[in-house]
């Protein structure tokens, strides 16, 4: 998924999110035992399921305003969600 890897280029840790039919592919990217990580050798992003879209925006901004900023990215809170009802 070009999303899932532009989250890793981009030094993302930690995706919050609310799940649905709409985002179930970029999900399955997030699983421990999907193939990419096999190959990538990267640590795959820690996926936080969240009780609605609201919170998980909330979380992601509390996330990104906890982190240092003198890494070597600087510090982002990703929210997901899915389409409509």
């Given at each position: 998924?070009?999303?899932y890897?532009?989250l890793?280029?981009?030094g993302?840790?930690v995706?919050?999110?609310?799940?649905?039919?709409?985002?179930?592919?970029?999900?399955d990217?997030?699983?421990?035992?999907?193939?990419r990580?096999e190959?990538?050798?990267?640590?795959?992003?820690?996926?936080?399921t969240?009780?609605?879209?609201?919170?998980?925006?909330?979380?992601?901004?509390?996330?990104a305003?906890?982190?240092?900023?003198?890494?070597p990215?600087?510090?982002?809170?990703?929210?997901v969600?899915?389409?409509g009802p």
């Open positions: 998924s070009l999303i890897s532009k890793v280029e981009h993302v840790t995706v919050n999110g609310f799940s649905g039919g709409a985002v179930l592919p970029l999900l990217q997030f699983h421990e035992g999907h193939p990580h190959t990538s050798g990267v640590t795959p992003i820690r996926w936080i969240n009780s609605n879209e609201a919170s998980s925006g909330h979380i992601a901004e509390g996330y305003k906890s982190m240092p900023i003198n890494g990215h600087k510090p982002v809170g990703v929210a969600a899915t389409s």
